[in-house]
Protein backbone atom coordinates (compact mmCIF):
# COMPACT_ATOMS: atom_id res chain seq x y z
CA UNK A 1 0.00 0.00 0.00
CA UNK A 2 1.56 3.10 -1.20
CA UNK A 3 -0.85 6.55 0.04
CA UNK A 4 0.40 9.43 -0.61
CA UNK A 5 -0.86 12.76 1.87
CA UNK A 6 -1.03 16.31 2.22
CA UNK A 7 -1.39 17.94 5.24
CA UNK A 8 -2.11 22.00 4.35
CA UNK A 9 -2.06 24.76 6.87
CA UNK A 10 -1.86 28.17 6.78
CA UNK A 11 1.81 28.52 6.37
CA UNK A 12 2.96 24.99 5.16
CA UNK A 13 2.14 21.59 3.43
CA UNK A 14 3.69 18.47 5.09
CA UNK A 15 3.59 16.43 2.63
CA UNK A 16 4.74 12.22 2.38
CA UNK A 17 3.94 9.05 1.52
CA UNK A 18 2.66 6.69 4.45
CA UNK A 19 2.92 2.52 3.91
CA UNK A 20 0.57 1.38 6.02
CA UNK A 21 3.45 1.62 8.80
CA UNK A 22 6.41 4.07 8.14
CA UNK A 23 5.79 7.79 6.94
CA UNK A 24 8.24 7.76 4.01
CA UNK A 25 9.54 10.89 1.85
CA UNK A 26 8.51 13.52 4.44
CA UNK A 27 8.63 16.75 3.34
CA UNK A 28 7.65 20.53 3.67
CA UNK A 29 6.33 23.15 1.32
CA UNK A 30 5.37 26.55 1.78
CA UNK A 31 1.33 26.93 1.43
CA UNK A 32 1.44 30.63 -0.32
CA UNK A 33 -2.10 31.05 1.19
CA UNK A 34 -2.94 34.53 0.18
CA UNK A 35 -2.70 33.14 -3.30
CA UNK A 36 -5.68 31.98 -3.59
CA UNK A 37 -7.59 28.05 -4.14
CA UNK A 38 -6.56 27.78 -7.41
CA UNK A 39 -3.21 28.29 -6.97
CA UNK A 40 -3.23 26.15 -3.59
CA UNK A 41 -4.65 23.43 -5.68
CA UNK A 42 -2.07 23.74 -8.71
CA UNK A 43 0.80 23.33 -5.72
CA UNK A 44 -0.94 20.29 -3.91
CA UNK A 45 -1.36 18.62 -7.72
CA UNK A 46 2.49 19.43 -8.49
CA UNK A 47 3.75 17.62 -4.62
CA UNK A 48 1.84 14.66 -5.54
CA UNK A 49 2.83 14.35 -8.51
CA UNK A 50 6.65 14.14 -7.20
CA UNK A 51 5.47 11.15 -5.32
CA UNK A 52 3.41 9.38 -8.18
CA UNK A 53 2.83 5.98 -8.10
CA UNK A 54 0.41 5.68 -5.64
CA UNK A 55 -2.92 3.95 -4.94
CA UNK A 56 -4.81 6.94 -3.08
CA UNK A 57 -4.78 10.37 -1.63
CA UNK A 58 -5.14 11.40 1.68
CA UNK A 59 -5.89 15.27 2.22
CA UNK A 60 -5.92 17.30 5.36
CA UNK A 61 -6.83 20.67 5.16
CA UNK A 62 -7.70 24.14 6.93
CA UNK A 63 -11.19 25.13 6.42
CA UNK A 64 -14.48 23.84 7.09
CA UNK A 65 -14.90 20.16 4.77
CA UNK A 66 -17.70 18.98 3.20
CA UNK A 67 -16.84 15.19 3.77
CA UNK A 68 -19.19 14.01 1.50
CA UNK A 69 -18.24 16.20 -1.43
CA UNK A 70 -14.55 16.28 -0.54
CA UNK A 71 -14.79 20.47 -1.07
CA UNK A 72 -14.69 23.12 0.83
CA UNK A 73 -17.55 23.95 2.46
CA UNK A 74 -16.39 27.23 3.98
CA UNK A 75 -12.51 29.20 4.35
CA UNK A 76 -11.87 32.46 5.86
CA UNK A 77 -9.50 35.34 3.83
CA UNK A 78 -6.40 33.22 4.94
CA UNK A 79 -6.97 31.43 1.65
CA UNK A 80 -8.67 33.48 -0.92
CA UNK A 81 -11.13 31.85 -3.37
CA UNK A 82 -11.10 28.31 -1.03
CA UNK A 83 -14.71 28.32 -0.21
CA UNK A 84 -16.57 25.69 -2.13
CA UNK A 85 -13.19 24.48 -4.07
CA UNK A 86 -13.91 20.83 -4.98
CA UNK A 87 -10.77 19.39 -4.08
CA UNK A 88 -11.60 15.64 -3.96
CA UNK A 89 -13.02 16.46 -7.85
CA UNK A 90 -9.87 17.95 -8.85
CA UNK A 91 -7.68 15.62 -7.45
CA UNK A 92 -9.33 12.48 -8.56
CA UNK A 93 -8.91 14.03 -12.02
CA UNK A 94 -6.01 14.44 -12.01
CA UNK A 95 -4.66 11.18 -10.51
CA UNK A 96 -7.59 8.98 -11.44
CA UNK A 97 -7.40 7.21 -7.62
CA UNK A 98 -9.62 7.80 -4.45
CA UNK A 99 -9.36 10.75 -2.18
CA UNK A 100 -10.59 11.29 1.01
CA UNK A 101 -10.41 15.14 2.44
CA UNK A 102 -10.87 16.29 6.07
CA UNK A 103 -10.49 19.22 7.87
CA UNK A 104 -7.10 19.80 9.74
CA UNK A 105 -8.10 19.31 13.42
CA UNK A 106 -10.35 16.52 12.45
CA UNK A 107 -7.51 14.81 10.91
CA UNK A 108 -5.17 15.49 13.47
CA UNK A 109 -7.88 13.81 15.87
CA UNK A 110 -8.39 11.02 13.89
CA UNK A 111 -4.14 10.55 14.10
CA UNK A 112 -4.16 10.58 17.68
CA UNK A 113 -7.32 8.24 17.72
CA UNK A 114 -5.17 5.50 15.49
CA UNK A 115 -2.14 5.97 16.45
CA UNK A 116 -1.41 8.42 19.33
CA UNK A 117 -2.78 9.86 22.68
CA UNK A 118 -6.57 8.66 21.97
CA UNK A 119 -5.86 5.14 21.04
CA UNK A 120 -6.65 3.54 24.21
CA UNK A 121 -10.29 5.38 24.57
CA UNK A 122 -13.21 5.16 21.88
CA UNK A 123 -14.89 8.49 23.25
CA UNK A 124 -12.66 11.83 23.59
CA UNK A 125 -12.24 15.44 22.58
CA UNK A 126 -9.36 17.14 21.07
CA UNK A 127 -8.21 20.51 20.75
CA UNK A 128 -5.11 22.42 19.19
CA UNK A 129 -3.67 25.53 20.30
CA UNK A 130 -1.59 27.80 18.23
CA UNK A 131 -2.84 30.76 15.57
CA UNK A 132 -6.33 30.09 17.01
CA UNK A 133 -8.11 27.11 18.97
CA UNK A 134 -9.52 24.48 16.87
CA UNK A 135 -11.19 20.99 17.99
CA UNK A 136 -12.47 17.54 17.15
CA UNK A 137 -15.34 15.52 18.86
CA UNK A 138 -14.59 11.75 18.47
CA UNK A 139 -17.47 9.46 19.42
CA UNK A 140 -17.48 5.78 18.92
CA UNK A 141 -13.97 5.98 17.72
CA UNK A 142 -15.58 8.48 14.67
CA UNK A 143 -15.16 12.28 14.39
CA UNK A 144 -18.59 13.77 14.76
CA UNK A 145 -18.66 16.52 11.81
CA UNK A 146 -22.18 18.48 13.10
CA UNK A 147 -24.37 20.08 11.11
CA UNK A 148 -22.40 21.95 9.02
CA UNK A 149 -19.52 20.01 9.04
CA UNK A 150 -17.97 22.52 12.13
CA UNK A 151 -18.86 20.57 15.32
CA UNK A 152 -15.81 20.75 17.69
CA UNK A 153 -15.34 24.70 17.22
CA UNK A 154 -14.46 25.32 20.55
CA UNK A 155 -12.49 28.29 19.67
CA UNK A 156 -16.06 29.66 19.72
CA UNK A 157 -16.88 29.19 23.11
CA UNK A 158 -17.92 32.62 24.71
CA UNK A 159 -15.57 33.06 27.64
CA UNK A 160 -15.80 37.01 28.62
CA UNK A 161 -19.37 37.35 26.83
CA UNK A 162 -18.87 41.74 28.31
CA UNK A 163 -15.75 41.82 25.74
CA UNK A 164 -18.47 40.82 23.05
CA UNK A 165 -18.62 43.12 20.02
CA UNK A 166 -21.74 41.83 17.55
CA UNK A 167 -20.74 41.53 13.92
CA UNK A 168 -16.73 40.91 15.60
CA UNK A 169 -15.74 37.40 14.71
CA UNK A 170 -14.82 35.45 17.90
CA UNK A 171 -14.78 38.41 20.15
CA UNK A 172 -15.38 37.73 23.72
CA UNK A 173 -14.44 34.04 22.44
CA UNK A 174 -12.18 31.34 24.01
CA UNK A 175 -9.48 31.83 20.91
CA UNK A 176 -9.15 35.45 21.52
CA UNK A 177 -7.57 34.37 24.84
CA UNK A 178 -6.95 30.79 24.93
CA UNK A 179 -4.96 30.59 21.61
CA UNK A 180 -0.99 31.00 21.59
CA UNK A 181 -1.04 33.98 19.79
CA UNK A 182 -3.48 35.20 22.55
CA UNK A 183 -0.54 34.40 24.76
CA UNK A 184 2.25 36.17 22.90
CA UNK A 185 0.09 39.19 22.58
CA UNK A 186 -0.05 39.72 26.05
CA UNK A 187 3.56 38.63 26.61
CA UNK A 188 4.27 41.42 24.22
CA UNK A 189 2.09 43.68 26.64
CA UNK A 190 5.04 43.18 28.75
CA UNK A 191 7.77 43.68 26.21
CA UNK A 192 7.29 44.20 23.22
CA UNK A 193 10.69 41.98 22.52
CA UNK A 194 8.38 38.52 23.72
CA UNK A 195 7.00 37.75 19.81
CA UNK A 196 7.03 34.14 19.68
CA UNK A 197 6.21 31.22 21.89
CA UNK A 198 9.70 30.27 22.12
CA UNK A 199 10.44 33.68 23.05
CA UNK A 200 8.11 33.99 26.12
CA UNK A 201 9.41 31.35 27.72
CA UNK A 202 12.62 31.57 26.99
CA UNK A 203 12.04 34.33 29.59
CA UNK A 204 9.73 32.34 31.87
CA UNK A 205 12.18 32.82 34.19
CA UNK A 206 11.14 36.56 35.07
CA UNK A 207 8.05 37.02 38.00
CA UNK A 208 6.28 39.67 35.21
CA UNK A 209 6.60 37.13 32.34
CA UNK A 210 5.50 34.21 34.40
CA UNK A 211 2.43 36.20 35.91
CA UNK A 212 1.49 36.70 32.00
CA UNK A 213 1.83 32.70 31.65
CA UNK A 214 0.01 32.01 34.37
CA UNK A 215 -2.93 34.18 33.09
CA UNK A 216 -3.09 32.11 30.27
CA UNK A 217 -3.15 29.03 31.74
CA UNK A 218 -6.59 30.22 33.68
CA UNK A 219 -7.86 31.26 30.22
CA UNK A 220 -7.19 27.75 28.85
CA UNK A 221 -8.49 25.99 32.04
CA UNK A 222 -12.00 28.03 31.74
CA UNK A 223 -12.55 26.64 28.33
CA UNK A 224 -11.77 22.69 29.37
CA UNK A 225 -13.81 23.15 32.47
CA UNK A 226 -16.77 24.08 30.00
CA UNK A 227 -16.15 21.43 27.85
CA UNK A 228 -15.70 18.80 30.55
CA UNK A 229 -18.97 19.94 32.14
CA UNK A 230 -20.72 19.76 29.04
CA UNK A 231 -19.20 16.15 27.14
CA UNK A 232 -18.15 14.32 30.27
CA UNK A 233 -15.57 12.97 28.11
CA UNK A 234 -12.86 9.75 28.79
CA UNK A 235 -10.05 11.96 27.61
CA UNK A 236 -9.11 15.42 26.64
CA UNK A 237 -6.15 15.38 23.91
CA UNK A 238 -4.42 19.06 24.02
CA UNK A 239 -2.18 19.73 20.87
CA UNK A 240 -0.21 22.42 19.36
CA UNK A 241 3.28 22.96 20.20
CA UNK A 242 2.72 25.06 23.06
CA UNK A 243 1.23 22.74 25.07
CA UNK A 244 4.69 20.69 24.76
CA UNK A 245 5.44 22.57 27.41
CA UNK A 246 5.70 20.61 30.64
CA UNK A 247 4.96 23.77 33.25
CA UNK A 248 1.63 24.10 30.74
CA UNK A 249 0.44 20.75 30.76
CA UNK A 250 0.72 20.40 34.60
CA UNK A 251 -0.50 23.32 35.29
CA UNK A 252 -3.80 23.13 33.34
CA UNK A 253 -5.07 20.00 34.60
CA UNK A 254 -4.26 21.00 37.98
CA UNK A 255 -6.59 23.68 37.59
CA UNK A 256 -9.03 22.36 35.85
CA UNK A 257 -9.43 19.60 38.17
CA UNK A 258 -9.58 21.86 40.94
CA UNK A 259 -12.54 23.99 38.83
CA UNK A 260 -15.18 21.40 37.89
CA UNK A 261 -17.38 19.57 39.96
CA UNK A 262 -16.53 16.78 41.72
CA UNK A 263 -18.36 14.36 39.83
CA UNK A 264 -16.13 14.93 36.52
CA UNK A 265 -12.64 14.49 37.76
CA UNK A 266 -12.30 11.40 36.20
CA UNK A 267 -11.85 13.62 33.07
CA UNK A 268 -8.09 12.41 32.24
CA UNK A 269 -6.01 15.21 30.45
CA UNK A 270 -3.21 13.88 28.03
CA UNK A 271 -0.59 16.08 25.75
CA UNK A 272 -0.79 14.81 21.56
CA UNK A 273 1.52 11.87 21.00
CA UNK A 274 2.12 12.75 17.23
CA UNK A 275 3.73 16.60 17.04
CA UNK A 276 3.12 18.06 13.65
CA UNK A 277 2.72 14.67 11.81
CA UNK A 278 -0.99 13.95 13.37
CA UNK A 279 -3.11 15.55 10.56
CA UNK A 280 -0.97 14.06 8.00
CA UNK A 281 -1.40 10.49 9.59
CA UNK A 282 -5.03 11.27 10.05
CA UNK A 283 -5.71 11.81 6.26
CA UNK A 284 -3.61 8.74 5.30
CA UNK A 285 -5.39 6.81 7.49
CA UNK A 286 -8.60 7.54 5.82
CA UNK A 287 -6.90 7.32 2.63
CA UNK A 288 -6.50 3.68 3.29
CA UNK A 289 -9.83 3.28 4.64
CA UNK A 290 -11.31 4.08 1.16
CA UNK A 291 -9.15 1.32 0.16
CA UNK A 292 -10.70 -1.64 2.62
CA UNK A 293 -7.03 -1.15 4.16
Same mark, same amino acid.
Given at each position: ????????????????????????????????????????????????? =???????????? !??? $? &?? #??? @???????????????????????????????????????????????????????????????????????????????????????????????????????? =???????????? !??? $? &?? #??? @??????????????????????????????????????????????????????????????????????????????????????????????????
Amino acid at each position: MRIAALDIGGTSIKSGIWDGENILEWKETATNAAEGGARLMERAKAILK =EYAPFDAVGIST !AGQ $V &DT #EKG @SIYYANENIPGYTGMEVRNILMEAFGVPVYVENDVNAAAMGEARFGAGRETADFLCLTYGTGVGGAIVIGGKVYSGGSFSAGSFGGILVHPERAVPGEEFSGCY =EKYASATALVRM !AAE $V &DE #ELT @SGRAVFAAFDRPEVRQVVDRWIDEVSYGLVTLIHAFDPPRIVLGGGIMDQPYISMEVRQRVLSLVSPGFRKTEILRAQLGNQAGFLGAAYGAAKMLGE
